[in-house]
């Protein structure tokens, strides 16, 4: 967390002092503070094979971790008066860390015999985005105007879990089982998405203001993972790709102070081509789902 909050304050300086070189016309900048509700879960899906017994078993795990959080934002702008390009920084962090309940679902299969394991647990998230991004005006007729923009975004998820339940069931014994369990699982992940643009600016009046933006990203995630059931820990390398989506609206209260309301979604998909082993575990396939959407009000100062 120390050193997002280092290279977002390199960034803002690099901002507020290059930005006289990049613009033809007077600069200006915004400040914005902001709180928000954001919502979702990130999912393991994992395929493989382990060894019990000199036995060979396949299982297939399914992980739902909860990222249902408050969250704080810090923003900056700077641009052109005159709007026909800007660039953005913003840096989000936690501020709640009950994150929601946690499920994992095991399934064993030692031919002929079916093992399936249905487990929960309480979830604290420790959460982080920084997002770079800059928008370039390409079209502009009356009231509208078209953006293109590239950008960059870093996530940081850390989870910690307490199993409280287990169901164990096996078809084939006519076994059924259901207790408490105490156990803890903690996990890592990290997102990294260079993204594209596209986005309209709509104004209504010269008060009122309403944006959208849709964007595809390339994605680089890691996560690892420490687990009871895989024996220590794991550690996967992801690639895929996401899709980026925001609404929000501003209302210029005078010339230099603002509110604005947003929503933003993103969902990541990313799968790991290599396999791996750990002690009596191999793993086939490794993939990862994240999707958050994020509820936001923000305050700021134009100058």
């Known amino acids: 967390m120390k050193k997002s909050v280092l290279v977002f304050l390199c960034i803002l300086s690099i901002l507020m002092a290059g930005g006289s070189a990049l613009a033809q016309s007077p600069l ?45 934002t810090a923003a900056f702008t700077v641009g052109s008066a005159t709007d026909s390009w800007r660039i953005n920084a913003s840096l989000s962090k936690n ?10 679902l095991y399934w064993l299969k030692i031919t002929p015999i079916r093992i399936n394991l249905f487990s929960k647990g309480n979830t604290d998230l420790d959460a982080m985005a920084l997002d770079i991004n800059a928008d370039y005006r390409f079209y502009q007729r009356q009231n509208l105007a078209l953006y293109a923009g590239v950008g960059f975004r870093h996530n940081d998820y850390g989870f910690d879990t307490k199993y409280s339940e287990a169901d164990l069931s096996s078809p084939e014994r006519n076994y059924h089982s259901t207790g408490s369990v105490k156990a803890f699982y903690t996990n890592k992940a990290d997102f990294n998405l260079a993204y594209l643009t596209l986005g309209s600016q709509f104004d209504l009046n010269n008060m009122l203001h309403l944006y959208a933006k849709i964007g595809y990203a390339y994605t680089k995630s890691t996560d690892k993972k ?24 501003r209302f210029d209260l005078n010339p230099n102070w603002f509110l604005t309301g947003k929503i933003d979604y993103q969902r990541i998909e990313g799968d790991s081509k290599r396999g ?28």
Do not use: C, W
């Open 28 to 72: 200006k900048y915004e400040f914005s503070f902001g709180t928000g509700y954001m919502m979702g879960d990130t999912t393991f899906k994992t395929n493989g094979n382990v060894y019990i017994q000199n036995r060979n078993a396949k299982f297939t795990r399914e992980m739902e971790l909860p990222t249902d959080v408050m969250m704080a």
């Open 95 to 104: 501020v709640t860390e009950d994150a929601g309940t946690m499920k994992d």
């Open 226 to 249: 420490y687990s009871p059931f895989f024996n220590g820990v794991y550690k996967s390398d992801y690639d895929g790709d996401a899709l980026l989506l925001s609404i929000a609206a």
């Open 276 to 303: 791996g082993h750990k002690r009596n575990i191999k793993i086939q396939s490794d993939d990862i789902e994240s999707q958050q959407t994020t509820l936001s009000v923000a305050i700021g100062y134009s100058f």
